[in-house]
């Protein structure tokens, strides 16, 4: 179970049995790849951003082991030494200019506390205090240049902007322990489910 899949399962279970059933595949669109890869360069250090402190490694994918499941996860950033990690988030403004993220809503982020019980099971401890690194995309139209003249194409791109906003939080072991209560229950669920579809479609 990863974190993804937890929360999809949560979330709309038609389209967990769709994916994890069925073999369905993942949604994704070009601002998700262009996040993948941003995270990529700068695991690389392909790229800088200004303001931007990176650890400069990534995390080894994870798998665990608790209550019986194999859990799986995979952090963006992450310092060996200090068992401390941090994620990264691309995006764009909003339509009214907002930014996607603020303190409230990384608080609420239970991606941070399932990186944090995992590393902590793995290593037996990690720092409990993180962050969330919004990294500023937007579209732009492709130009050309024909005879002196600038032409805009209709198909866009994605860039970075140079703007990063950091968003500190520490994790507290009473939402550790939620969490383990919550993935307990989506595995029990899950189960079940997955126990009466199998005898659905084979009656």
Not at 126 to 146: A, D, G, S
Request: net charge positive; hydrophobic share 30%.
């Amino acid at each position: 179970m990863s974190y993804s899949s937890h929360e999809l399962w949560k979330k709309d279970k038609n389209a967990y049995r769709k994916r994890y059933y069925e073999g369905e595949e993942s949604f994704t669109n070009v601002e998700m790849i262009f996040g993948k890869q941003i995270a990529e360069q700068l695991e690389k250090k392909e790229i800088k951003i200004k303001g931007l402190k990176s650890y400069g490694k990534a995390e080894e994918p994870m798998n665990v082991k608790f209550e019986g499941l194999k859990l799986k996860g995979y952090a963006d950033d992450f310092c060996p030494k200090r068992i401390k990690f941090q994620e990264f988030k691309t995006g764009h403004l909003d339509s009214k200019g907002n930014v996607p993220w603020n303190a409230l809503k990384v608080a609420k982020h239970a991606q941070l506390v399932w990186y944090y019980m995992m590393l902590k099971m793995k290593y037996g401890k990690c720092n409990p205090r993180t962050q969330l690194v919004w990294i500023e995309t937007e579209f732009m139209n492709k130009t050309l240049i024909y005879e002196g003249h600038e032409l805009k194409t209709q198909s866009r791109e994605l860039r970075l902007t140079g703007r990063e906003e950091t968003f500190k939080r520490k994790i507290e072991e009473w939402e550790v322990e939620k969490l383990k209560k919550e993935i307990i229950k989506s595995a029990e669920e899950i189960t079940k489910d997955y126990e009466q579809y199998k005898n659905k479609i084979s009656n």
